[in-house]
């Protein structure tokens, strides 16, 4: 069995969203997942601005991010000639810090979803403080199946607001 995934992140900049369509042949730790194209869509200006810290946000933000990520991800399912249609789902990771309160990021999820027709996974920190973990990065999983070899060890390093080994 194989599976087309679309990964959808805002780091922590907030810069603008990123997005990477993953095919993935196999299952649980045997899955095999291969990135077949990524992209980052940079927010428009006004959306920027209005990101910054001590900014105020005028009610057109959730709909500039939104479609934003919407944007990316279209653009990056064309790029990698896949249709919407073949994804199975698409998964979105909101910053983890930057921007608390300012954007409704399960609202954010939702205006994706309504726009792309695709099933948005989204919420991973609160399911994970909700299960009794700690809401960290949920990276982990990924960063094994993604990098993992049989024929050398590796060290993953993430950099953003804070470094993670």
Do not use: C, I
């Not at 679309?6 to 990135?35: F, Y």
């Not at 249609?85 to 930057?98: E, I, M, N, Q």
């Not at 982990?140 to 390093?157: G, I, M, P, Q, T």
């Amino acid at each position: 069995m194989s599976r087309v995934l679309v990964g959808l992140a805002v780091g922590s900049g907030l810069e603008g969203a990123d997005a990477a369509v993953v095919r993935g042949p196999g299952a649980g730790l045997a899955l095999t997942p291969a990135v077949a194209k990524a992209l980052r869509v940079l927010f428009p200006p006004a959306a920027r601005d209005q990101l910054r810290p001590g900014a105020s946000p005028s009610p057109d933000l959730v709909r500039n991010v939104a479609d934003t990520l919407v944007h990316a991800t279209r653009t990056v399912l064309a790029q990698a000639g896949v249709s919407a249609r073949d994804v199975f789902a698409a998964g979105f990771l909101a910053p983890a810090r930057a921007a608390d309160g300012l954007v409704p990021w399960g609202e954010v999820a939702d205006r994706v979803a309504e726009q792309t027709g695709l099933t948005v996974v989204h919420g991973f920190r609160g399911r994970d403080r909700a299960a009794g973990g700690s809401g960290r990065a949920v990276t982990a999983a990924a960063d094994y199946l993604l990098f993992k070899s049989d024929a050398e060890d590796r060290v993953v390093v993430h950099l953003g607001s804070v470094a993670q080994v």
